[in-house]
């Protein structure tokens, strides 16, 4: 099994940064791709980013050239770097695993809040 952690949620005002992590633990070696989804109140989960363990990744439009995703597979931790965040940003923002031959795993979430 693959064990996900999220952190770096919290308050920021509109037009600030915030930096989430996710750490991976278990059975890491058969990950093959890591990501970053939100739910947001009384909405449906939704796709934000996604990075492949080889080169290749992929963005919402509503976040593009605002968010980076960037992964360290030795460190087996998959970071999403949020700038010029906007009130609509906010929601819980989950980390999820692909991993070969069993199903997606999830953390935990982490809420982020962009109020001024």
């Known amino acids: 099994q693959v064990q996900l952690v999220e952190s770096g949620g919290g308050l920021v005002q509109p037009g600030g940064s915030l930096r989430l992590s996710c750490a991976a633990s278990g059975r890491i070696s058969n990950v093959y791709g890591m990501g970053w989804y939100r739910q947001a109140p009384g909405k449906e989960r939704e796709f934000v980013a996604h990075?492949?363990?080889?080169?290749?990744?992929k963005y919402s439009d509503s976040v593009k050239g605002r968010f980076t995703i960037s992964r360290d597979n030795i460190k087996n931790t998959v970071t999403l770097q949020m700038n010029s965040l906007k009130p609509e940003d906010t929601a819980v923002y989950y980390c999820?695993?692909?991993?070969?031959?069993?199903?997606?795993?999830w953390g935990q979430g982490t809420q982020v809040t962009v109020s001024s």
């Open positions: 990075s492949m363990s080889g080169p290749g990744t």
């Open positions: 999820k695993a692909n991993i070969l031959g069993s199903s997606d795993a």
